[in-house]
């Protein structure tokens, strides 16, 4: 099982590239609270509908309150509901970026990767050519932020420049 939190979800959605996740995974599940994270966000990110009828993302409810209960101590709803659903079954890899959240995954043993993750992945996988460009649309459409450095320790590493 392959389990997410929001934000990469509206990082692929808002560039149109839902696609890649689909080639990368086949199938995604989310808690509950990460759907109404989603909905919440139809204001800003108005093509955040195509997620919900992408049809290789499911909805799940979690079933451990207190695990929940406990991650969101420090973390938003959606996050630790995510966390807790990857917990629960066990999950092949959690797709998160927050750093707190990826703090609480490290600490439970869970695997997990982000948005660039997910990029530099495709680009092994031939799924897409180039990272760059959609680093940069993600980076404008999505709001996305990433450290300069970073960014470009991820394209010199990746070849693109």
């Known amino acids: 099982m392959i389990v997410s939190n929001t934000t990469p979800l ?10 890649i996740l689909e080639k990368l995974f ?16 139809k204001d800003l990110f108005p093509n955040i509908e195509s997620i919900f009828r992408s049809g290789f993302i499911s909805i799940r ?4 309150k ?4 406990s991650l969101s101590i420090d973390l938003d709803n959606g996050e630790a509901e995510a ?26 043993g869970l695997l997990f990767t982000g948005t660039i993750g997910c990029l530099i992945l495709a680009k092994k996988q ?22 300069i450095d970073l960014y470009n320790k991820i394209l010199k590493e990746n070849l693109e420049i």
């Not at 409810?61 to 451990?64: G, S």
């Not at 031939?126 to 450290?147: A, C, P, Y």
Request: glycine share 4%; hydrophobic share 40%; net charge negative.
């Open 10 to 19: 509206i990082n692929f959605c808002t560039i149109g590239r839902l696609d």
């Open 26 to 41: 086949t199938e995604i599940s989310i808690p509950l609270a990460v759907k109404v994270e989603l909905e919440e966000k």
């Open 61 to 64: 409810e979690i079933e451990n």
């Open 66 to 69: 207190n695990t929940f209960k």
């Open 83 to 108: 966390i807790t659903l990857a917990i629960e079954n066990n999950a092949e890899l959690l797709l998160l970026d927050e750093i707190a959240g990826r703090n609480q995954a490290e600490y439970h």
């Open 126 to 147: 031939g799924i897409i050519k180039e990272i760059k460009q959609l680093l940069d649309e993600m980076k404008t459409k999505s709001r996305f932020w990433i450290h």
